[in-house]
């Protein structure tokens, strides 16, 4: 079809453990299922973009943002971090060339992978320490990768755009929240 305008990379892989538990093996893992492949389909492509300009598109995570104890996700926070860190220099190679790289950082979106990955305390953890108590859902993503790839968003690079319903934004005390509202 001549050229590549988009690339939306969307890496993701199941590998959770404390860190005093995690093997090599396991971080091995993660680090290839979640930033080597990110890696392996942007340097297929950026050939393509640096030629025509457009729109990279890498999906990081809010866990890169904010450590989660209860998680556990010490080598999917380190993947995700790397993935935000090479969107920002990939930013600074392709400007130039009219290509923009920016990331997102979902939240707990829920999905039949990450239904299955989570466990219910998991899940509750999520919703509850984020200010809008709600699971995320795909179109939230969606809707901010379709405005990063559209014409609209043509000035921007090298950002990390957080979609998490307010989780690193700050605090919701809902117990105080009900006091205050009774007075």
Do not use: C
Not at 9 to 36: I, T
Not at 156 to 182: C, F, K, M, P, S
């Amino acid at each position: 079809m001549g050229g590549l305008d988009v690339l939306y990379n969307n890496a993701a892989g199941a590998g959770f453990a404390p860190f005093k538990n995690m093997s090599f093996a396991l971080w091995r893992h993660v680090m290839n299922v979640e930033l080597d492949l990110v890696f392996h389909t942007t340097s297929a492509a950026w050939p393509l973009l640096l030629e025509s300009g457009g729109s990279l598109i890498n999906v990081g995570s809010y866990s890169a943002l904010r450590g989660i104890e209860p998680l556990a996700q010490v080598a999917h926070a380190t993947a995700k971090g790397g993935i935000i860190s090479m969107t920002r220099a990939l930013a600074a190679e392709g400007a130039s060339r009219g290509v923009r790289a920016n990331s997102i950082s979902p939240g707990f979106v829920s999905t039949p992978a990450t239904d299955k990955a989570v466990d219910d305390a998991g899940k509750d953890w999520q919703v509850n320490n984020a200010l809008i108590r709600r699971a995320g859902k795909p179109e939230d993503i969606a809707y901010m990768a379709l405005f990063l790839a559209s014409d609209e968003s043509s000035w921007i690079t090298g950002q990390n755009y957080v979609v998490d319903g307010g989780a690193t934004a700050g605090w919701r005390d809902d117990a105080e929240t009900a006091r205050l509202a009774e007075k």
